[in-house]
């Protein structure tokens, strides 16, 4: 017993090393990750004589609020904000409520030439949106959609759905066919399963696509760029870009500009986030 105590102890003297280097370069990578935001919002709290005469990372004397309401105003962000609430909040439950359908339709249907059909769906995640932006526009421009949120909604969940079918797919998969099975023999409908069975216990892989569905899609600005091209349906970077052209040189409203666009997405993960790992992985590693 001495023996197996003292080699423990050792194994764990010989760990602790590797441990606080682990934890020393964790700390790193978060201070870098962290320090651009510490910035922006040090500054956007500035005002013009404070940004010149102290350092980026200086926390400012005085707090300058007005930067966010003058931001506001002057880069009219109220509409740009009504736009991306309107297209985020009906594209990411549609896009994610077509998703899930798909994915069990695949999973537990029993359907000819299932694999092929989830060759084709898979697919779709290795094309890059770039290269279809052309095509996109000539198809949107021809159904008179420019300028509207279908025009926009109807492309984001087109390039959406594939990979929140792939992960779906894998956890659908790996919930016991008996479940189904049961149900079906005392006369449930695929539905009614997927309604009161798998919808339920989906639900933390749905919260983490929700926050990816979401950020990607409040972030989202080459599309919207190609397709929205009335100043008055500009989403929030469209609007930030337009600002950022006009107010480059107040840096504190810059600033301010860049948390306000921001906020809304850090809101919904820190919301969700504790699903996000547990479902993600979930996801992928089932089936």
């Known amino acids: 017993m001495a023996v197996a105590f003292d080699a423990g102890a050792s194994n764990k003297v010989s760990r602790d090393p590797i441990l606080v280097g682990l934890w020393i370069a964790l700390l790193v990578v978060a201070l870098i990750w962290v320090a651009p935001f510490v910035f922006i919002i040090f500054t956007s709290l500035k005002t013009k004589a404070e940004v010149t005469s102290t350092g980026a990372f200086m926390p400012p004397v005085h707090l300058a609020f007005d930067n966010y309401s003058s931001a506001w105003n002057r880069g009219n962000f109220a509409t740009a904000f009504l736009n991306s609430v309107v297209i985020t909040v009906i594209k990411v439950p549609l ?63 087109a390039f959406g759905v594939p990979y929140q079918v792939f992960i779906l797919h894998g956890f659908f998969r790996g919930i016991p066919k008996e479940l189904s099975e049961a149900a079906l023999i005392d006369g449930a409908s695929h539905f009614t399963i997927f309604r009161r069975i798998f919808l339920p216990v989906c639900l933390p892989v749905l919260a983490a696509l929700l926050i990816l569905d979401f950020v990607s899609t409040w972030n989202e600005f080459a599309m919207a760029l190609v397709l929205l091209q009335d100043q008055h349906m500009w989403t929030l970077p469209l609007g930030l870009m337009s600002f950022q052209g006009q107010f480059s040189s107040d840096y504190g409203q810059l600033n301010a500009a860049i948390v306000m666009t921001v906020l809304p997405a850090t809101i919904v993960y820190l919301i969700f986030q504790r699903y996000f790992v547990s479902g993600l992985t979930s996801g992928a590693v089932k089936g």
């Open 95 to 157: 896009g994610l409520g077509l998703s899930a359908m798909a994915a069990y339709a695949l999973a537990k249907i029993k359907l000819p030439f299932s694999k092929l059909l989830l060759l084709l769906v898979v697919f779709g995640t290795m094309i890059p949106f770039q290269v279809m932006l052309a095509p996109i526009f000539t198809l949107v421009n021809s159904l008179g959609l420019i300028d509207t949120y279908p025009g926009v909604i109807l492309p984001y969940i």
